[in-house]
């Protein structure tokens, strides 16, 4: 399995040069954890979490002069972070995970971030649930389907059911085969509608 398969995409993303009190809204705003750095080219420059902005309001316990500036992300920031590529094996960047003790990884091409990867997403691979099952599956299903989101799909005590109309039974099988391979799925269930003229349930 490739990273890009279990990435987290688009990507919230803060400006190295902004003040360190919009990362804390963004943070609390979308409740996540971490959250890439970038500069004036939106390339990745570092990250930035809850972590350190505890280690932050610690160390900047003693109060600032009158008329000193607010503290900047690029001041609290963790530079130099461990990064991905999409077309990384998962395996090998949960093993980096673990050496280099990070809970999230941002994912880049050219230096640009285009998703991010943590180690919840990582334990999803190992341990799917019926979330990561049903997340992988509908993936698959809107890749078959150029991008768009023909074919819902929900997955329950790990059997899937897939809703939408099918142009032909090829169709309707080549949709039922990426869904039953989905890690975490057992059974599938897929509409009977396929064309115009067959109604189902």
């Known amino acids: 399995m490739h990273v890009r398969d279990i990435m987290t995409a688009p990507v919230h993303t ?18 996540i954890t971490t959250l890439p750095v970038v500069d004036e080219q939106d390339a990745l420059v570092g990250l930035i979490s809850e972590l350190d902005l505890l280690r932050q309001q610690k160390a900047g316990a003693a109060p600032r002069g009158r008329g000193s500036p607010a503290p ?10 461990l990064v991905a590529w999409p ?82 039974d090829t169709e309707r099988s080549v949709a039922e085969a990426l869904v039953r ?4 799925v057992d059974q599938v269930r897929v509409a009977e509608r396929s064309g115009a003229n067959r109604a189902g349930s």
């Open 72 to 81: 900047r992300i690029g001041e609290v920031m963790s530079s130099r972070p």
């Open 87 to 168: 077309d990384a094996d998962v395996a090998t960047i949960a093993t980096a995970m673990v050496e280099q003790g990070v809970h999230s990884v941002p994912v880049v091409v050219e230096e640009h971030v285009v998703g991010i990867v943590s180690r919840c997403d990582v334990l999803r691979t190992i341990l799917p649930t019926d979330w990561s099952a049903q997340r992988e599956a509908q993936r698959r299903l809107d890749s078959y389907a150029g991008g768009r989101h023909r074919w819902p799909v929900a997955v329950h005590d790990a059997t899937a059911t897939v809703d939408g109309s099918f142009d032909d």
């Open 14 to 31: 803060v400006r190295a040069d902004a003040p360190l009190d919009d990362a804390v809204a963004l943070l609390e705003q979308k409740s």
């Open 181 to 184: 391979t989905t890690v975490g």
